[in-house]
């Protein structure tokens, strides 16, 4: 079976670019690439006829000879020399192959064939901002300190003397990594020298080792947003740790911790006040004053014959929602409360009131009720 001709393998025009070769290449090896197409038993073949064309076409002296004599350059008796396959062709040099389709397929998420690694982004920090629930209710302006590489001031974060500019690795030829054979495979490795920045420092900043940062305490005002809540995270773009030799920044990410409050607790957007009132208040009704989260005070009536957990709502008296849309209630909840240290006078009172009772307490009668019938059938 003949070859197909190598630029229709690629689907370009025979006066195609280097550029228009490459993004044709990459485009096609993407598309017939065994590991995503392996249900496909021609994948492979395909695979390798793209890349058996590429090897030729990006290559100026094979080119120029394909162009003028087309496959019979490459085959033995026409002077270009070589046994089939020498070139990439039957069998494949592989080696050669694999190569360019691992660095046009995942090249530029490796940081691609020019130049080395940008220079490091710095760290993300964390800080840890313990607040009360009346800052979380209002929000408020913080100041905290935060310990942290930032920029030298002497190089300007650039790691070098005077502020110089890097210069290219030697070793690497500022690429970041080099290469080397090792059989049937070419090993592509971070460069030694300079650890696969691509750059390296003659002169390296007396005051940062030639890091381009160093360590400082600094003061930072935080703005805490009304309505927030134990575990809400505030990022602070470009405050963490400084980037190595210039590069950027990290973020620094506050976490927000509302401290126990003595009065209140806190359900999302909904505050809880237990609140005791006394036998008679409960028994007779009357009023009591609730706090608010605020400051405030509401008065709040508390129905005759109340019981123990009985709850009234505040509207609107509970947290702020985060990003707006309304807040939550505050819920008053009873605790009505036993009376203690009594006298002689209210002690007789009490006994008065006990036995003069009648049908006073509803729920002692429904569970008394239920205990006598659970003992009848028992003893049935």
Not at 114 to 120: E, I, K, P, Y
Not at 234 to 240: D, N, P, W
Request: glycine share 16%.
């Amino acid at each position: 079976m003949s070859k197909r001709d190598f630029y229709e393998v690629l689907g370009v025009a025979k006066g195609a670019s280097e550029a228009e070769l490459k993004k044709a290449y990459r485009k096609k090896a993407m598309e017939l690439h065994p590991d995503r197409n392996k249900d496909d038993p021609n994948a492979e073949a395909g695979f390798k006829e793209v890349n058996e064309a590429y090897d030729v076409l990006k290559d100026a002296d094979k080119k120029a000879a394909y162009d003028r004599f087309g496959h019979a350059a490459f085959e033995g008796g026409m002077g270009g020399g070589g046994r089939p396959g020498q070139h990439g062709f039957g069998g494949g040099d592989f080696s050669s192959a694999f190569s360019d389709v691992f660095e046009d397929l995942f090249g530029d998420f490796m940081g691609g064939r020019g130049g080395g690694q940008r220079a490091a982004r710095g760290s993300d920090l964390r800080y840890n901002l313990r607040i009360s629930l009346e800052e979380a209710f209002s929000g408020k302006q913080r100041t905290i300190s935060v310990q942290g590489s930032v920029a030298c001031d002497t190089c300007h974060g650039t790691g070098a003397e005077g502020g110089a500019e890097p210069t290219n690795c030697p070793t690497c030829s500022g690429m970041g990594k080099v290469r080397a054979q090792q059989g049937f495979f070419t090993v592509e490795r971070t460069c030694p020298t300079c650890s696969g920045r691509g750059q390296i420092i003659k002169n390296p900043c007396k005051s940062c080792a030639g890091a381009g940062r160093t360590q400082k305490e600094r003061s930072l005002s935080v703005n805490i947003p009304a309505g927030v809540e134990t575990g809400t995270r505030i990022r602070l773009a470009g405050e963490g740790e400084a980037g190595l030799r210039g590069g950027p920044a990290g973020d620094l990410y506050i976490f927000i911790e509302v401290r126990e409050h003595q009065i209140f607790s806190r359900e999302n957007h909904d505050l809880f006040c237990r609140i005791p009132v006394s036998f008679a208040t409960a028994a007779l009704g009357g009023e009591i004053e609730a706090p608010t989260i605020d400051g405030g005070r509401s008065r709040v009536k508390v129905p005759a014959g109340s019981q123990t957990g009985k709850q009234m709502r505040l509207r609107g008296k509970g947290m702020p929602a985060l990003r707006g849309g309304g807040g939550g209630d505050l819920y008053i909840e009873l605790a009505v409360e036993t009376p203690v240290n009594l006298s002689a006078k209210q002690k007789e009172l009490l006994k008065e009131f006990d036995e003069a009772g009648q049908n006073n307490h509803p729920e002692s009668s429904s569970f008394f009720g239920k205990v006598k019938t659970f003992w009848d059938t028992m003893k049935g």
